[in-house]
């Protein structure tokens, strides 16, 4: 396979995520979702990756203004200004106050942060990038930010997971992947890393567990076994 034909694999895999994001975004569901009680404990130990996945974020899309015109976000039918993301970005800033940043996420019932879903989307295609380019603790920390702002995106998860995963973070992967799971009872894309991991760690039960879980996707299931082996 030459460069050019992986170049484009990895734009289609980007364009079909983002898409599936932009579905979850908009879906009903998510404003309701917004309002899950999250671990306070957790939180606050996730801070400073929060606001690190932030400044990476940003340095990124000022290094790498080409950013602004993915592929993956126009096909998605946006054009987005860079101009117009930086300032609307800009509000972000306050998590540079782990106090005040602390204050507003621990309050997420009462309060629900104004932050454009453009932005969002931003920050997933520069973590999807870092990602293919290997840079996972940098990737992780953007998907750390991106579910501390909405935990109830299930692709936000899954890329936490999968960064996760490929540090061999093995006990922090399965608990992110089970978050997953909760929020995307319909979608099979958890099962594919947890499957991956236990069948690598042996937890055979676990993984029973799982291929009985995935008979509910008669049509995904061989997909799925596939990609989890690496097929």
């Given at each position: ?153 299930h692709s936000f998860w899954i890329g936490r997971a999968a960064c996760a995963e490929s540090q061999e973070q093995w006990d922090r ?59």
């Amino acid at each position: 396979m030459t460069t050019g034909d992986e170049d484009l694999i990895l734009q289609q895999r980007r364009l079909a995520a983002v898409r599936l994001v932009s579905q979850e975004l908009k879906a009903d569901e998510v404003r309701k979702a917004q309002k899950i009680e999250s671990d306070t404990n957790v939180i606050k130990e996730e801070l400073d990756y929060c606001a690190q996945g932030y400044d990476i974020a940003i340095k990124q899309l000022e290094e790498h203004p080409e950013l602004f015109k993915d592929p993956a976000l126009i096909g998605d039918e946006r054009d987005l200004s860079r101009d117009d993301c930086l300032l609307k970005a800009c509000d972000l800033e306050l998590l540079k106050d782990k106090e005040a940043m602390g204050d507003i996420l621990m309050a997420k019932r009462e309060h629900e942060w104004d932050i454009s879903s453009n932005v969002l989307m931003l920050f997933y295609v520069v973590a999807q990038r870092l990602f293919d380019q290997k840079r996972f603790t940098e990737a992780q920390n953007i998907y750390i930010f991106l579910t501390l702002i909405n935990r109830a995106i299930h692709s936000f998860w899954i890329g936490r997971a999968a960064c996760a995963e490929s540090q061999e973070q093995w006990d922090r992967a399965i608990d992110t992947y089970l978050k997953a799971q909760a929020l995307g009872l319909s979608e099979p894309y958890s099962y594919e890393g947890l499957i991956r991991i236990y069948t690598r760690m042996g937890y055979k039960d676990l993984l029973d567990g799982c291929y009985r879980q995935i008979d509910n996707f008669p049509e995904l299931r061989e997909k799925i076994v596939l990609r989890a082996s690496g097929g």
